[in-house]
């Protein structure tokens, strides 16, 4: 068993020398910077929670490939159950960090590639599974985090990407020799990249037989020659660098998204999982954000639970939680958030294996608990939001509340009822801030809108999973038109 404990991993990125930029300056640090190290502690979270006995069944699986114990983060869903299980232990994550703990989109990238590499070498005679296989067993001895990255820069959305001004604008294939591949382009949004081992970069849509330059997906250490990465702003994020806990909200966790530039990155065959095999470019996808859809059923509701507890939490501190109208709007909030869940057990336990024996969720179930989770924390964050009122956004910092002068006066007229202090009510008044209107609420509202897909990629997915034809079958045959 080679899993990593929460310090081996932190001690692990160190040794690694990525190129990284924060706001105009290169980085040569970036585990300890203030700004990155809540995101780094929440993925590190993935390690810790693995070491702990009473989460191993969340958190651990048995290899299929080697019959070792591995962090699920890197397994490969070989039943229902793991499908379940998966989103079980994301839903805890989200609980414990309330906030995007990025190990997923890595998890979701292994799982998808397997089963498409094995059907791609079934028609075409590749040898992509095998390739892939051995790295995934790097991956798991190893216990590494591994991005997936998928978002192309994409230009003018009217254009294919062999149409672009800018053949960049798309990651391709610039070179391809004895020893491997040269690519280029860049990806945005990447979920966790500085806190990343590895990166697996995917193509982003369906490609036709002109784009085979662009039909590439691959893996590489995200310290390779040719990768920078430009760290992703986040509204309120200098709080962080104030020295104040309680502003922050959410001190010790948050999540971070970059831009990844793939600056002719050289990738070795044996790092190669499709190189111009564009029929499968579509399906890579599909699958890919199949995964990732169902992923948001269990991540954001543990977000969600944290959200619903701090608005609770605040009614209590202000003497409003008995009034009927917040107890209800608490049962809304609950409603809306175990209704997303729902759909990522759904999903999940309508999963079937796949022909390489991984499973894949039921794609149909698992738009539609995307296409939820497109607008449901907007919605729980506008109860929370209605239950908090308007100190939310007018709140004086914690300087002021700790200042000789005017500190005695903002704790005699913020205190509220008696068994909560005054401190205790800011603290979850920042929470709710955090995660509605900070940092935090770029993960649980507007990457729920846009993370795995914005709402009309799922909707086109309903359109054609649903099988209309049959629902018009049923209606005519009760309406006496058809036996
Ligand atoms: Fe995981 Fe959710 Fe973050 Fe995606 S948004 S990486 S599913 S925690
Ligand atoms: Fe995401």
Known sequence: MALMSRDDYIESLRGMNKRVFIMGQEV???????????????????????RQPEYAGL???????????????????????????????????????????????????????????????????TRYHATFRHYLRQVQERD?????????????????????ADPDLFVHIVEKTSDGLVVRGAKLHQTGALNSHEIIVMPTQTLSEKERDYAVAFAVPADAPGIVMVY????????????????????????????????????????????????FSGLLVERFAGYHRQSYGGCK????????????????????????????????????????YACGIACSAEGQATASGTYLVNLLLANVCKLNVTRFP???????????????????SE?????????????????SVDRYTTEE????????????????????????????????????????????EEKVRLARRLAGIEQ
């Open 28 to 50: 040569t640090n970036p585990v300890d910077h203030p700004l990155v190290r809540p995101s780094l502690n929440a993925c590190a979270m993935t390690y810790e929670l693995a």
């Open 59 to 125: 958190m651990l699986a048995t290899s299929n490939l080697t019959g070792q114990t591995v962090n699920r983060f890197t397994h490969l869903h070989q039943s229902t159950a793991d499908l379940v299980a998966k989103v079980k232990m994301q839903r805890l994550l989200g609980q414990m960090t309330g906030c995007c703990f990025q190990r997923c989109v890595g998890l979701d990238a292994l799982n998808a590639l397997d089963s498409v590499t094995y059907d791609m070498d079934q028609a075409l005679g």
């Open 144 to 164: 590494l985090v591994v991005d997936g990255a998928m978002t192309d820069a994409k230009g003018d959305r009217q254009l294919r990407p062999s149409q672009q």
């Open 232 to 279: 992703g702003r986040q509204p309120s994020d200098t709080r962080r660098l104030e020295d104040s806990q309680l502003d922050v909200g959410n001190p010790q966790f948050g999540g971070h998204e970059a831009v990844i530039i793939l600056d002719d990155v050289f990738v070795p065959w044996e790092r190669v999982f499709m190189a111009g095999e564009y029929a």
């Open 301 to 340: 509701t543990g977000v969600g639970d944290v959200l619903i507890g701090a608005a609770q939490a605040v009614a209590q501190a202000q003497g409003t939680d008995k009034a009927s109208h917040i107890k209800d709007k608490i049962v809304e909030m609950i409603h809306l958030n175990e209704t997303m």
């Open 378 to 396: 907007y919605e729980i964050a506008r109860l929370a939001q209605d239950i908090a009122g308007g100190l939310l956004v007018t709140l004086p």
């Open 399 to 415: 300087k002021d509340l700790a200042h000789p002068e005017v500190g005695p006066y903002l704790k005699k007229y913020l205190h």
């Open 425 to 468: 009510r800011c603290r979850m008044l920042r929470l709710m801030e955090n995660l509605t209107l900070g940092p935090g609420a770029a993960a649980y509202l507007t990457e729920s809108m846009h993370g795995a897909g914005s709402p009309q990629a799922q909707r086109i997915m309903l359109a054609r999973l649903a099988d209309l």
